[in-house]
């Protein structure tokens, strides 16, 4: 028996490779389009996005208030239509576009944005979205003193004056409050009576059953696809590829083998530097791509006591042996631009003649001999899984040792090295800030910050940083963070590596795809498959 | 009747023994997985996540509390049937397993039945022709099975055959848009030979030493000398004799039917339970490790158990102590 049905499963193998073989790869039909996935969304609430695969997924069923401009990230009018500021800068008021509706047909109103705005300020909320909202009038009494399990009640800051413009009042002046609106509303007709605790787990981060987006989601296989068909009510019009399936691959290099088979018909983000060269030669291919609002950077533990790092001259000196120049051409092959400073090329307020620390071993060989830097030895850790992170670690490491400075390195999984990070057990670690697209920096280098994981402490950039929220004036916005990038700089907290590139690559047949950094899919209803 | 009852306390001693089994291991489980360093969320500096709200979603799903406590409390829901649900995925693990099971079956199983129904006719070719060469060239092959990884014969494979050739799927169980059983076949073309490969080394061997045993046996050597047809003393003496130390080594394998072959899943993208545990076990999904473990050492003890039992019934020589 059980030969026998062995012997009948190799058949089938062999007819199975068979057909197989009369088969040239696929060509693309014009209504199916095939996007690769790292893994598998966790959700696909907008409100609990906490990596970045889910936020990809997410963003094709839920699409932002708001957007933002290609060239210099400033907010731009999407389900907001228009929004003024009071002179103080205290309160916004917002209207909506009158075109939007749910795909079950309802509109989309401003007690969705305000029941939104009552989740993500509820106690019971955990996503990550609060740490912005709590300047809005009234939302930290709300988070302590409002006892219902549901996001009931109301907001003091939060007034809907009729059906499509409300009203947001602030506690005090917070300059990059619009982008932070840049959140996507839940539909209060059908989540209104769920409790705040239980909408992470509720049928709707799975099922999405009413949606805004481009997309809506058909049927979900769990670690195999995510099947989505075109939202004919979406208000910037029905996107052209009638169904967008979502392939979970978890490698990039079975990605990209699937992609050459025709078996894939786009990979956002995950094509290795190594491989572009190879898809630019095949004409059926097309490779794009753009600077992404994230640096790499060595940075310093400064809380650690008695560490030589404490010494402002030893970071220096370790920031000087370093070429990034060399870097970024011989390990992201020209796929990025050297990091300076934390503000990113993409935001306004960037300096472009910001000077970094130097490469000169010779400066930094003198520098080490003045801090009297002795028989210590740094613990360097970064995470497994990133190659370029890896060589440079190897870099530093052998450029470190020819001025005297001694590196141990420590390779982490992902959470054991997120671990250490947080029980600051590590001299020296690699890792990645994201910019975000506002130039504010207090969330790294305010020295209260809990984003400031490093230590970092500089009274008079705290107060700078401060200060750039107070104004809603670009140009002098931009002078304050040019100034403390400037403080923040000279201080050598870490050493800026690179923003890499993020690379994409997808067929040629796929036109108008024009990724931004902020969100690839920002047009995906304008993208089309020829033949 | 006394036959029944001593039968009746040998199971039940050993289903007492698989209790302490299963509590040991869940408590050695619930431990190593407290002493690797990380947890189920961590403020994630790159993404720039709220530490607050890590901190209340730690809080919302009881990981403040002590441990001991935190152990108790999955113990008493696992009493009443409570897998749990997946912290990362917010989700009971049973509806997850459910979803993810049929997929591994199907790889696991068809690459037992291939790699068995291949093993046991070979074993016996390479047994009944000892020392010939259909002997040598059965032995080479399973010795070059065994000593390939998996993993590495899935690359090497998707080098060939997706890659170069471009005639098989690298990843996946179906090609989304695309039904049917051919594309089916196409997906489990070489995750199940890579597995196919690897049970197939490991039964041959077994296959063989098991009918050479019973052939050099001296009821064997007097059939022979009877006069009785080879093919005869192979299918009435040897096989059925053959195939009793088989049973224990197949019944042991089944757990891991259904656990999955992770390394095997992961090269192939396939969606099926291993890939599932290890994503679990590296963002430390508590109670989805947790629920695996226990299913597995429940699988494990539950196959022991009867493969002690269908040995009770094969072997005669095999009574109970009284």
């Known amino acids: 028996m059980v030969r026998k049905s062995g012997l009948l499963l190799l058949i089938f193998f062999l007819l199975a490779l068979g057909a197989g073989c009369s088969k040239r790869p696929k060509t693309h039909l014009p209504d199916i389009l095939r996007v690769a996935s790292l893994s598998n969304p966790l959700t696909l609430n907008p409100l609990f996005i906490r990596d970045a695969s889910t936020a990809e997924a997410a963003s094709l069923l839920h699409p932002a208030l708001i957007g933002f401009d290609r060239d210099n990230l400033l907010p731009q009018p999407r389900i907001i239509s228009e929004w003024e500021v009071s002179n103080d800068g205290l309160i916004y008021l917002f209207t909506l576009r009158e075109d939007v509706f749910w795909s079950d047909g309802m509109p989309l109103t401003a007690e969705d944005i305000a029941f939104t705005l009552r989740v993500i300020c509820h106690r019971d909320y955990t996503g990550p979205l609060y740490m912005h909202m709590h300047k809005i009038s009234g939302a930290v009494e709300y988070r302590e003193r409002h006892d219902s399990p549901l996001a009931d009640g109301s907001i003091s800051g939060v007034r809907v004056i009729d059906g499509h413009s409300f009203e947001i009042s602030l506690t005090e002046k917070f300059a990059s409050f619009l982008t932070h609106m840049a959140i996507s509303p839940l539909p209060f007709h059908l989540l209104g ?30 670690d195999s696809y995510l099947h989505l068909t075109a939202n004919n009510k979406y208000f910037l019009g029905k996107p052209k590829i009638e169904n967008l399936y979502l392939c979970i691959v978890p490698n990039q290099e079975t990605q990209l083998i699937e992609l050459l088979a025709g078996r894939l018909d786009l990979l956002p983000t995950s094509v290795k530097v190594e491989d572009i060269a190879k898809l630019r030669d095949d004409p059926t291919l097309a490779v794009y791509s753009h600077l992404r609002l994230a640096y790499d950077y060595l940075g310093f533990n400064m809380k650690k006591e008695n560490s030589p790092l404490a010494d402002k001259r030893v970071r220096q000196a370790l920031a000087m042996t370093l070429d990034r120049e060399e870097i970024v051409a011989n390990l992201l092959l020209g796929f990025g631009q050297v990091a300076h400073g934390p503000l990113s090329p993409l935001q306004f307020a960037y300096n472009s003649e910001l000077e970094g620390m130097p490469f000169n071993p010779d400066w930094a060989q003198s520098k ?24 440079v670690a190897l870099l530093f490491k052998e450029r470190a040792a020819k001025i005297g400075v001694k590196i141990r390195i420590t390779l982490l999984e992902w959470e054991a090295f997120l671990d250490a990070l947080h029980k600051g057990d590590f001299d020296i670690i690699i890792l990645g800030h994201g910019t975000g697209v506002d130039p504010d920096l207090t969330y790294y280098w305010h020295s209260k910050s809990p984003g400031n994981s490093l230590g970092y402490s500089n009274t008079e950039v705290d107060l700078l940083l401060e200060e750039g929220l107070q104004t809603g004036d670009l140009e002098e916005r931009t002078q304050i963070y040019r100034h403390a990038e400037q403080l923040i700089v000279d201080d050598a907290p870490l ?37 | ?65 002590p441990l001991a406590a935190q152990y108790l409390a999955w113990l008493s829901r696992v009493c009443t049937g409570n897998l749990g649900i997946s912290l990362l995925h917010n989700r009971p693990v049973l509806d997850m397993i459910r979803e993810r099971l049929p997929a591994t079956l199907l790889l696991t199983g068809s690459s037992l039945m291939l790699g068995l129904g291949a093993a046991l006719p070979l074993g016996v070719i390479a047994a009944a022709k000892e020392g010939k060469p259909a002997d040598g060239i059965i032995d080479f092959i399973s010795l070059c099975f065994i000593s390939l990884p998996g993993f590495w014969l899935g690359m090497i494979l998707i080098m060939v055959f997706s890659y170069q050739l471009k005639l098989l799927p690298a990843a996946g169980m179906v090609t989304p848009g695309e039904s049917g059983m051919a594309d089916l076949f196409k997906h489990m073309a070489m995750p199940v030979s890579v597995l196919a490969a690897g049970t197939f080394a490991y039964y041959v061997r077994y296959v063989r030493f098991a009918v050479l045993e019973i052939l050099n046996q001296d009821f064997v050597r007097t059939a022979k000398a009877k006069g009785v047809p080879p093919a005869l003393i192979l299918c009435r003496h040897v096989l059925p004799n053959a195939s009793i130390p088989l049973v ?16 095997t899943e992961y090269v192939f993208s396939w969606p099926g339970m291993g890939r599932w545990i290890i994503t679990a076990t590296l963002s430390r999904d508590y109670t989805v490790i947790m629920a695996v473990n226990l299913i597995i050492a429940v699988l494990v003890s539950l196959a022991n158990l009867s493969a002690d039992l269908l040995y009770l019934v094969f072997d005669p020589r095999v009574r109970l102590r009284e």
């Open chain 1, 193 to 222: 009576s769920v409790n705040a605790a239980a909408l992470e787990s509720h049928e709707y981060s799975r099922t999405v059953t009413v949606g805004l987006g481009p997309y809506l989601l058909n049927e979900w296989v769990q």
């Open chain 1, 368 to 391: 080490i001999l003045e801090a009297g830097f002795g028989e210590y030895e740094l613990k360097l850790i970064y995470n497994a899984g990133n190659l370029v992170r890896e060589n």
């Open chain 1, 495 to 531: 050493i800026w590596l690179y923003y890499r590139e993020a690379v994409h690559a997808a067929t040629a047949n796929l036109k108008y795809f024009t990724p931004h950094p902020v969100s690839l899919f920002y047009n995906v209803h304008e993208w089309s498959l020829v033949q």
């Open chain 2, 1 to 65: 009747m006394k036959a029944g009852s001593s039968m009746q306390k040998f199971v039940l001693r050993r289903l007492a023994e698989t209790c302490i089994v299963l509590l040991g291991v869940t408590l050695v489980t619930f431990l190593m997985m407290h002493l690797a360093p990380g947890q189920p969320l961590q403020a994630n500096p790159e993404l720039r996540l709220d530490p607050t709200a890590v901190e209340r979603w730690l809080q919302l799903r009881e990981l403040d509390k």
């Open chain 2, 248 to 263: 224990t080594l197949v019944a042991l394998s089944i757990p891991f039917l259904f656990t999955g072959a992770s390394v």
